[in-house]
């Protein structure tokens, strides 16, 4: 485990990983929003964080720690302030510089992103099947995965519905089922299953662990601390942008649950409730 991580290196070539070919590996990652300079907090803060080939890895913090905004650099939709990522594929593959190659470096991720915005005029037949034909899949192929798909995520009965008409957990269930078409090497999933009820997630769940077992790597942002803890081999916690311990989550709890280890490495707060005598009924 490494706690209080940050370090500068020449940021050319990846730096030496801990384990050969990871799957994804950030290097002094920064994001300022607006106009950097003096007094100006960085939402992410020279994050490094190493991803192993074939972990379930989460990515833990409060509200407005950083996740989201790591999680769009690494994944080539936001441009970062400084810092780099690299993304591996299959095991004989080089890391492939996320923004320096990003076609390259897309064409082996899945991204579910934060706050989908998705075409939702399409039906989920046609925006799974769009998704794949987009990425220069065989017709025939992508028409059988996008079934397969759809009966994975348990959606047949809405499969012909406009996404617009979809529940939030419908929504999340699609756009996941979009962005695993390409059997991609690293599925990097921001709040997966937020919204999603308890059967669908643990189909989900059950999914991605088989995705794992075959050699993918998945990556998810979460705050449900037990859910984390049950799901994932490897977790880093982050606060105020930084990463403030990373590792196996045995490493990283140690003898505590990952819940209480999360509240002592960010400080729990004591004064909740303290202001608001008068909320009380009439
Ligand atoms: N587009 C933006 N412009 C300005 N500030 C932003 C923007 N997006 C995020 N921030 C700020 O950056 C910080 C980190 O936000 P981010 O969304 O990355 O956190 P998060 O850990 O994903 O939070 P949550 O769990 O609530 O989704 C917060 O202080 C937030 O207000």
Not at 38 to 56: C, K, Q, T
Not at 137 to 148: A, C
Not at 149 to 167: E, F, T
Request: glycine letters at 10%; proline letters at 6%.
């Amino acid at each position: 485990m490494s706690i209080h991580a940050h370090s500068s290196r020449p940021a050319e070539q990846p730096p030496q990983p801990l384990a050969p070919n990871p799957a994804l590996l950030i290097q002094d990652l920064t994001k300022v929003y607006g106009h950097p300079g003096p007094g100006a907090r960085p939402a992410a803060d020279r994050v490094n964080l190493h991803v192993p080939r074939g972990s379930f890895y989460g990515l833990v913090g409060r509200n407005g720690a950083g996740k989201t905004t790591t999680l769009s650099m690494a994944t080539g939709l936001l441009r970062p302030t400084a810092g780099k990522v690299w993304v591996g594929g299959g095991s004989q593959d080089q890391p492939v510089d996320v923004w320096a190659d990003s076609v390259a470096a897309k064409r082996r991720m899945g991204v579910l992103p934060d706050g989908t915005h998705l075409f939702d005029r399409l039906t989920g037949r046609q925006l799974v099947t769009y998704s794949g034909l987009l990425r220069g899949m065989d017709r025939e192929l992508v028409k059988d995965r996008t079934e397969d798909l759809i009966r994975a995520m348990d959606l047949q009965d809405a499969a012909g519905k406009q996404v617009q008409d979809y529940s939030a957990g419908m929504t999340k269930k699609i756009a996941l089922a979009a962005a695993m078409i390409h059997a991609p090497a690293l599925l990097v999933l921001d709040e997966p299953f937020e919204s999603v009820d308890p059967v669908s997630a643990a189909n989900i769940r059950a999914i991605l662990h088989q995705y794992t077992q075959a050699g993918g790597t998945v990556v998810v942002s979460s705050h449900v601390m037990d859910l984390v803890q049950r799901m994932c081999d490897h977790v880093a916690v982050m606060d105020n942008g930084r990463v403030l311990a990373q590792g196996t989550v045995d490493e990283v709890r140690g003898e505590m649950s990952l819940e209480d280890r999360f509240v002592d490495l960010v400080g729990g707060r004591t004064d909740a409730g303290e202001g608001l005598s008068w909320l009380r009924p009439e």
